[in-house]
């Protein structure tokens, strides 16, 4: 049977996907959050999506990707190789991941079925998505249809972040009331520094610029 009043998060810990955990807690009875380590770089994600995950009462699970460090050797898998600081002129910068949302969500999927839920909410973006392709929209409307069709069972893909960029992104967590959850304990940095990170890798960046222009509007 299924249950809408219940939901699964793709939880990294960072900015995107914990806004929207707390963007879903508003809208379900029981969300849990599902992560994945797949021995990224920035692995101390996980230890801060599992302080939130605890602190508001969601149930937390970290499956076991490994498999993608192997297959798909790139930035955010290998100490060895140094992240791209500017968007090559052609094709996804190195920090792209092979597969990753496209595994992760067809995990994600698998779990969901088992307890009798459609709904899976992701933070992708096309609007800010750094050039890596399986964050646009018609890749994740695509593989809804792929995942209904594999499992027969009618998955409900949720992309609350899908059309906004980052500033509007800050703007939300304000709304909801999180601003400052995810400003100092949400791990987007790509090199694992809490909060504010590095400043200089383009995930610090992004999530930098959206801010000071967040702040700017709200004050002005």
């Not at 779990?111 to 973006?125: H, P, W, Y």
């Not at 304990?185 to 930098?208: H, M, Q, S, V």
Request: charged share 25%.
């Amino acid at each position: 049977m299924k249950n809408q009043k219940q939901a699964i998060v793709i939880y990294s810990g960072g900015q995107d996907s914990t806004t929207c955990l707390f963007w879903a807690k508003k809208r379900y009875e029981e969300v849990i959050a599902v992560s994945f380590d797949y021995g990224q770089r920035h692995k101390a994600e996980l230890a801060c999506a599992a302080d939130i995950a605890k602190e508001y009462g969601v149930e937390h699970q970290i499956l076991d990707m490994s498999l993608l460090n192997q297959l798909a050797p790139n930035s955010l898998t290998r100490e060895d190789i140094q992240v791209d600081q500017d968007a090559p002129e052609q094709g996804p910068p190195n920090s792209f991941v092979d597969g990753r949302n496209m595994v992760f969500l067809t995990f994600a999927a698998i779990f969901a079925k088992q307890r009798g839920i459609t709904d899976l909410i992701t933070g992708v973006s096309q609007s800010d998505f750094s050039g890596y392709p399986d964050c646009r929209d018609i890749f994740i409307k695509s593989l809804n249809t792929t995942l209904n069709l594999a499992m027969d069972y009618e998955f409900d893909i949720i992309t609350p972040l899908m059309w906004i960029d980052k500033e509007e992104t800050w703007a939300l967590a304000d709304e909801l009331g999180v601003l400052d959850v995810i400003r100092d304990r949400t791990l987007t940095c790509y090199n694992g520094i809490p909060g504010d990170g590095c400043g200089e890798c383009p995930a610090c960046k992004l999530r930098r610029r959206g801010y000071e222009r967040y702040i700017q509007h709200k004050c002005s």
